[in-house]
């Protein structure tokens, strides 16, 4: 069995990117073929020339909220960050706050001037607390695109100029408190031209949560606690699957968040079919595919439950060479970092 300290590899903190590549298709992308292990160092407008008419590449369509936000409490005028991570219910969120000790139950806090107010109800697992929102308006979304920030990972330590870079161009439904980053090298021009030469776009939704940075802090892999993240797979998109399936195509998912929907879906009935749900699938080493063929994905923490995934579909010792050649090339790593094809 593998052991949390297995999926250790070393990297040099100059290539943790800091700043997203332009254009967007011009990351890196190093290429990894399954069968024989051969690696290949190409750019990530070359993906056309991987892919064949009947394929289908599986994109998440979910937008990332500006969900970080600073505020003031209401008696003391202390400082506070809210991390909102979860929509309970319409206006009640689980959300990440700093300095904890200062959101008490019954505590309250303003943002942006009091266009925004938020009262904690009560503390949850992990030192969370579920908090009531107060607004005018029918929609808290409004609002936080107005005064919330991106919720950049911890990494990143630079500010982002133009918060539409950590969103990938295709999305759509708010939910997501981290950007689902593979699909961040994309552009609507590349897509196009996929489109062009007969590959299929299908869209899956799956809300990131911030337990997607969760370190992996048990050596024994088996008793990690995943967190869960809530996906919707339409109608359309798994039978345009099936139909690829049939005709002895290949689906491809962009990203770990499309492939953990896929496989969620393909566990829980035996076929891809619609269904609308939440996961906590972890899958690691010795798991079986029941759907993936290829996997676009970007270069991983080291001991993540995210290289413990790409690990399973490339191979273990494979997916270790591969960051070592990524490492001594020089390749960027990360959510702003280059690319990894696996087939």
């Known amino acids: ?33 399954r069968q024989n292990g051969l690696l290949e160092h190409r750019h990530f407008y070359d993906l056309p020339q991987y892919l064949e008419a009947g394929d289908t590449l599986v994109i998440n369509t979910s937008r990332v909220i500006p969900a970080r936000l600073y505020g003031n409490k209401e008696d003391t005028g202390g400082r506070m960050q809210f991390l909102l991570l979860t929509q309970r219910e319409k206006d009640i969120w689980e ?11 019954g ?26 929102m107060e607004y005018q308006g029918d929609s808290i979304y409004p609002i936080l695109e107005k005064i919330g920030n991106m919720p950049l990972p911890p990494y990143i330590t630079q500010e982002l100029k133009d918060n539409e870079r950590y969103q990938t161009v295709y999305s759509q439904q708010l939910g997501s408190a981290a950007a689902p980053t593979a699909g961040l090298h994309f552009t609507d021009q590349l897509l196009d031209q996929l489109r062009s030469q007969g590959v299929n776009i299908a869209e899956v939704v799956l809300h990131v949560g911030l337990g997607t940075f969760r370190p992996v802090k048990e050596e024994d892999i088996t008793q990690h606690h995943m ?53 906590s699938i972890f899958i690691y080493p010795g798991y079986s595919f029941k759907v993936l063929d290829g996997l676009v994905t970007n270069f991983h923490l080291p001991e993540s439950t995210l290289i413990m995934l790409v690990s399973a579909f490339a191979g273990y010792e494979q997916t270790m060479r591969a960051y070592q050649v990524a490492v001594r090339e020089h390749y960027r790593f990360f959510s702003f970092g280059d690319a990894m094809l696996i087939l």
Not at 4 to 18: G, K, N, V, W
Not at 232 to 254: D, M, S, Y
Request: proline share 4%; glycine share 8%; aromatic share 6%.
């Open 1 to 33: 069995m593998f052991k949390t300290s297995d999926f250790y590899f070393d990297l040099p903190q100059e290539q943790i990117a800091q700043t997203p590549v332009e254009p967007r298709d011009h990351s890196r992308m190093l290429v990894l073929h």
């Open 95 to 105: 959300v990440m706050v700093k300095p904890g000790k200062k959101a008490k139950e």
């Open 107 to 132: 505590s309250r806090f303003v943002f942006g001037d009091g266009i925004l107010r938020a009262e904690v109800l009560t503390t949850v697992e992990g030192g969370n607390r579920l908090v009531r």
């Open 227 to 279: 967190h869960s993240e809530h996906y919707h797979l339409p109608r359309e998109t798994a039978e345009l699957i099936n139909t690829t399936k049939q005709n002895g195509h290949r689906v491809i998912a962009v990203g770990t968040t499309s492939c953990r929907t896929l496989e969620s879906v393909g566990t829980k009935y035996g076929k891809v079919q619609e269904d609308d749900d939440d996961t």
